[in-house]
Nanobody, 123 residues
Framework: VQLQASGGGLVQAGDSLRLSCAAS????????MGWFRQAPGKERKFVAG????????SYADSVKGRFTISRDNAENTVYLQMNSLKPEDTAVYYCAANRIENIARSQTEYAYWGQGTLVTVSS
């Protein structure tokens, strides 16, 4: 499966952005999906994950209540709605996928990765 992330950009603190991750090659409907981010000079970290049905989600504490992950299996796309953005949310955001049982927070659990989209939040 090939993943293409998009939707990043330069915004001000408090603004919102919606990232999209479009898949091709295989239907996403049987894949756990995750969003990760990597700030400059830091390791890649889990942001949010969603089960194949969308019934369960998981979030990093730093984004809980501000970010929402969702998916549209008919459109083969996963979204990350980001509200109340903060300068510390600045990072390259990656979507990831794998056929695993549960949402995983470790990047090693994901076999497929998008190319990343840059989100910059100014203060």
């Amino acid at each position: 499966v090939q993943l293409q992330a998009s939707g990043g950009g330069l915004v001000q603190a408090g603004d919102s952005l919606r990232l999209s991750c479009a898949a091709s090659g295989r239907p996403l409907s049987t894949y756990i999906m995750g969003w990760f981010r990597q700030a400059p000079g830091k390791e890649r970290k889990f942001v949010a994950g969603i089960t194949w049905s969308g019934a369960r989600t998981s979030y990093a504490d730093s984004v809980k209540g501000r970010f929402t992950i969702s998916r549209d299996n008919a459109e083969n796309t996963v979204y990350l709605q980001m509200n109340s953005l903060k300068p510390e949310d600045t990072a390259v955001y990656y979507c990831a996928a794998n056929r695993i049982e549960n949402i995983a927070r470790s990047q090693t659990e994901y076999a497929y990765w998008g190319q990343g989209t840059l989100v910059t939040v100014s203060s």
